[in-house]
């Protein structure tokens, strides 16, 4: 089973800033790789497939970059609703799997 | 619009069974793969299971293999799991999970509300 390892756990930014999340691959998952946000009481919410690609309706201001085992999301500009946890996820084996999340909270 | 509406969660002793179902409406039921994923609450998210759109092909995570049955019944749009010899560790909310669904701007893919299973005595 591949191990998604994110990082940092909990990132305090404030509005307006950048953020920028890790997620590592035990093994390379080529870029078949998926980033998720998570709010309070909430299902995830799919931002990015194939490692770049935006998912329908999401925001310029949030990008993927990576391959391999080396990947991350970067917010260009953080808003209010942006502050939640992120998941990372590989689908590229099964079992397809996600990371522990990074908590994105307002410093 | 696409909706998921997962129903059948509740409180169940060890050992015991539950059928969760996913009411799907809004786009070609069987034309797509559908996943069941699982949180902890407060914990990270864990891929059960995986059944393709006509139903003939089924995955399960070692988690869940030889206690958890997923299914479909594409005459209702409806998406199944059947889980038995339940543990508290099985203890979660259950998502139903489409496949990547690519429409006229995008792509994208849906998870229902949720539905929640507490195995407790």
């Known amino acids: 089973e591949i191990v998604m390892t994110q990082s940092p756990a909990t990132l305090s930014v404030s509005p307006g800033e950048r953020a920028t999340l890790s997620c590592r691959a035990s093994?390379?998952?080529?870029?078949?790789l998926a980033w998720y946000q998570q709010k309070p009481g909430q299902a995830p919410r799919l931002l990015i497939y194939?490692?770049?690609t935006r998912a329908t309706g999401i925001p310029a201001r949030f990008s993927g970059s990576g391959s391999g085992t080396e990947f991350t999301l970067t917010i260009s500009s953080l808003q209010s609703e942006d502050f939640a946890v992120y998941h990372c996820?590989?689908?590229?084996?099964?079992?397809?799997?996600f990371g522990q999340g990074t908590k994105v909270e307002i410093k | 619009e696409v909706q998921l509406v997962e129903s059948g969660g509740g409180l169940v002793q060890p050992g015991g069974s539950l059928r969760l179902s996913c009411a799907a409406s809004?786009?070609?039921?069987?034309?797509?793969?559908m996943h069941w994923v699982r949180q902890v609450p407060g914990k990270g998210l864990v891929c059960l299971s995986y059944?393709?759109?006509?139903?003939?092909?089924?995955t399960y995570a070692d988690s869940v293999k030889g206690r958890f049955t997923i299914s479909r019944d594409n005459a209702k749009n409806t998406l199944y799991l059947q889980m038995n010899s339940l543990r508290a560790e099985d203890t979660a909310i259950y998502y139903c999970?489409?496949?990547?669904?690519?429409?006229?701007?995008?792509?994208?893919?849906?998870w229902g509300q949720g539905t929640l299973v507490t195995v407790s005595s």
């Open positions: 999970v489409t496949d990547l669904i690519v429409g006229a701007t995008g792509a994208t893919n849906y």
């Open positions: 809004g786009f070609t039921f069987r034309t797509y793969r």
């Open positions: 059944i393709n759109g006509d139903g003939s092909d089924t």
């Open positions: 093994q390379s998952v080529s870029s078949n």
């Open positions: 194939g490692a770049s």
């Open positions: 996820q590989q689908y590229n084996n099964w079992p397809s799997t």
